[in-house]
């Protein structure tokens, strides 16, 4: 009974971790596919949003008490999704898209640098997480099955990141933007020919891109800790996530995250964790030789070089 | 204002009172640099060249420190190690190009990573200590010399020019019955070969080596040389090691505000160089700050 215990928690515990991953990948596979390009700072993204949520949630523990946790979210959301623009304008855009594909990777680089060490001179640069009270403020709404305990924020985050995801699926399928994107995805000058703002889509996409990303520091901000280094591992867990599922097919990327998830969690539990993050990369050099368009197909051609 | 143009005075004058271990250092970053390069003769984006580094370090230690090895040796050793290692990922690996060779030769570097960190004969994470200072600016500075020379005349060679025909269109130099995966392979094995050798140099500078000190960040650093320098031309790898690894130390005056300045000038150079501020066209000056377009794999 108690492995079995231990068993479910670590299939949550999966969940989680995949849910953030998943969003993370999503925002990496939206850039990706609509501008052919690799943010190599999507995962300090993310990391700036986890903090932005934790500010948010320690100044109002002094102020006024706990914030709901929506509220929370969605404030980081907005703030990493401000970020995200401001990286877009300043590293991605001057260069034009005719340029070699290494020049990308370089300025978004150099600004992953520069976001940490933002991180380290505004938080500091130790670990730090959300604040015991509010966790203990929040355990009135824990679930209790039986022997079997779930707790509210374990709750939130694995209900956020499927409502995230959810709503992001329907965005990009069924409104007129998620259209534009896609027809970005497909062909640029294209696009542009046929009246889509390809400008206007670029800055909407790493606005919605990061703000995921924002979502995920939050949600695995709760779940584990925030330090300024998160977000480099993060960015390429994302990377290889994308990848896996497939690189611009949103439904891969979450199934690729779950499973990866799952694996990162079940290797700590039941293998040796000390090689936990050399199964993500061995996984993603097998991808890339075997199986480039990913597990469930690739929507892209991804362009190999140029 | 005085203050600033003093520590730009100092900045340039620095160059001549630089100490004996500042030297190896950017002996040994140019020679990382041009191992990076090596590869990107024939259009092979290999952002694993610290994997191979950590591999030749490793390699070089074990001689030296357990098994006596004299250090030209070890060097050798560790080199045709680490370029073998090069040759047998190259075999699976070149198959790929551009963006997606990048990525799976990070890869390999992280993968490197993880094995040192668990590898129990090399210290697994504690690493190695008290390795021998064997390393002279004789040794980094003759080596680089060597590979200089080497890739100077590999330019107008024969195999030269197989590479800049493969760099160029690699359908047209197969069409041309260039034997296009010798080049690659031999090119990147090289590129192993030397980052193995650096490596091993690099170990006997710093005198402890853990697994950590090729990480990501290293890989970064080495791929920055080459990209800020130029990755055109050969000369454009050594400026990039020699300013960089100068700067990152000339630039502590700037204390706490150094990687704001340094990534607004990497993002500054890129969009009006993107190949580099050394490139083909560096003397033509009318040309200088129209960005050609540059041509890769």
């Known amino acids: 009974m108690a492995a079995l215990a231990t068993f479910i928690q670590q299939v949550i515990n999966g969940l989680m971790l995949g849910g953030g991953y998943a969003l993370v990948a999503i925002g990496y596979t939206l850039i990706f596919g609509v501008l052919n390009l690799l943010h190599l700072a999507h995962g300090e993204v993310a990391m700036i949003g986890s903090y932005v949520g934790l500010t948010l949630v320690l100044i109002a523990m002094s102020q006024v008490g706990v914030l709901p946790l929506w509220l929370v979210l969605i404030v980081a959301m907005i703030g990493a999704g401000v970020v995200g623009i401001v990286v877009e304008l300043v590293a991605f855009r001057p260069l034009g898209r005719q340029q070699l594909h290494i020049t990308p990777l370089i300025t978004t680089i150099a600004v992953a640098f520069v976001l940490q060490e933002a991180a380290v001179k505004l938080f500091g640069s130790e670990q730090r997480s959300f604040p015991v009270a509010m966790f203990d403020e929040l355990k009135k709404y824990d679930l209790q099955l039986g022997a079997f305990r779930i707790t509210y924020v374990q709750m939130f985050i694995i209900v956020a990141s499927v409502v995230l995801m959810v709503g992001l699926y329907f965005f990009v399928e069924k409104t007129t933007m998620g259209r534009a994107m896609r027809a970005c995805a497909e062909n640029t000058q294209t696009a542009r020919l046929l009246g889509v703002n390809v400008h206007w889509i670029t800055v909407w996409t790493f606005g919605i891109a990061s703000a995921l ?39 891969g990327a979450m199934v690729a995250a779950l499973i990866l998830g799952m694996i990162e969690t079940m290797s700590v539990a039941y293998l040796v964790p000390a090689w936990k993050d050399g199964f993500a990369f061995g996984i993603l050099i097998l991808i890339l030789l075997y199986k480039p368009t990913g597990l469930f197909g690739s929507r892209l051609q991804i362009e190999a070089g140029r | 204002m005085q203050a600033v143009i003093d520590s730009l005075v100092s900045i340039v004058t620095g160059v001549f009172t630089l100490g004996e271990a500042d030297l190896m250092t950017i002996g040994i970053n140019m020679i990382m640099a041009l191992s990076m390069f090596l590869p990107m003769t024939v259009g092979q984006l290999s952002f694993g060249q610290a994997g191979f580094m950590s591999i030749g370090a490793h390699i070089a230690v074990v001689l030296t420190l357990y098994a006596g090895v004299s250090f030209p040796i070890a060097l050798l050793v560790a080199g045709l190690g680490s370029g073998l290692a090069g040759f047998l990922v190259g075999v699976p690996v070149l198959r790929l190009r551009g963006l997606l060779l990048a990525l799976v030769t990070f890869a390999f570097a992280q993968v490197v990573e993880v094995f040192f960190l668990n590898f129990k004969p090399t210290g697994a994470a504690e690493g ?5 200072p064997y390393t002279n600016l004789w040794y980094v500075y003759g080596f680089l010399v060597l590979l200089v020379l080497f890739l100077a005349r590999l330019r107008g060679s024969r195999m030269g020019r197989a590479f800049e025909a493969v760099k160029l269109d690699e359908t047209a130099a197969e069409a041309m019955g260039i034997d296009v995966t010798r080049a690659k392979l031999t090119a990147f094995s090289a590129g192993a070969f030397v980052a193995g050798v650096g490596g091993g140099l690099y170990a006997h500078h710093a005198v402890f080596i853990q697994y950590d000190n090729f990480d990501f960040k290293r890989g970064v650093d080495i791929a920055m040389y080459m990209v800020l ?40 150079v890129m969009i009006f160089r993107p190949q580099g501020i050394l490139g083909r066209d560096t003397l033509n000056i009318r040309r200088w700050l129209r960005a050609s377009p540059v041509t890769t794999g």
Do not use: C, H
Request: glycine share 20%; hydrophobic share 55%.
């Open chain 2, 128 to 132: 190695i200590r008290g390795i021998f």
């Open chain 1, 213 to 251: 990303a924002g979502a995920a520091g939050v949600l695995i901000g709760l779940a584990y800790n925030i330090t300024p280094l998160m977000g480099g591992i993060l960015g390429l867990k994302g990377l290889t996530i994308m990848l896996f599922g497939g690189s611009g097919n949103i439904v």
């Open chain 2, 229 to 268: 320098g130029g990755m055109d031309v050969l000369y454009g790898p050594l400026l990039g090691a020699f300013v960089i690894t100068y700067l990152s130390t000339a630039l502590q005056f700037l204390a706490n505000w150094r990687w704001e300045v340094w990534g607004s000038i990497v993002i500054l």
